[in-house]
């Protein structure tokens, strides 16, 4: 989590919201991203889906079966349903996101049912250093208003 926590903070030094994700394959480090919405203006770019986007040149395929993702901030649904269509295993994400998060706070994609594939997830690691990384962007941002 400490690797998606330094992605995290490469976005809010590049005045992005601050998420970072790391991929691991059988313990060794695959892909890192952070998120890039606004310097390249594709609402897609957010971490998991550039990390997964880079985990897949890198193992030449789309199916990261036996991968396993930190993620900052509990995933949206586009983002759960990536890591869903990609097969990831696991996901450990650190803050929750009671408005928005489609592993356990809004709707379980990660364990639809319905689904090909379902994801184990574990939330709250390191979750007050996550959460307050997000607080600390926005509150910032709130100051900048005139």
């Avoid at 992005?16 to 390249?40: L, R, Y």
């Avoid at 971490?47 to 993702?69: N, P, V, Y």
């Amino acid at each position: 989590m400490n690797l998606a926590i330094k992605e995290a903070l490469k976005g809010f030094q590049e005045d992005e919201v601050p998420i970072g994700a790391v991929i691991v394959i059988d313990g060794k480090v695959i892909s890192k991203a952070h998120n890039i919405t606004d310097k390249t203006q594709i609402a897609t770019k957010h971490a998991e889906i550039c990390a997964i986007e880079k985990a897949c040149k890198k193992t030449g395929s789309w199916r990261l079966s036996d991968a396993e993702m930190y993620i900052t901030l509990e995933p949206c649904a586009m983002c759960a349903g990536a890591i869903a269509n990609a097969r990831i295993k696991r996901v450990y994400f650190g803050a929750y996101e009671k408005k928005s998060g489609c592993a356990a706070s809004l709707y379980p994609v990660l364990s639809e049912n319905g689904l090909n594939h379902s994801t184990e997830y574990l939330g709250g690691i390191s979750e007050e250093e996550c959460s307050a990384l997000l607080k600390n962007y926005f509150k910032s941002k709130r100051v900048q208003k005139p």
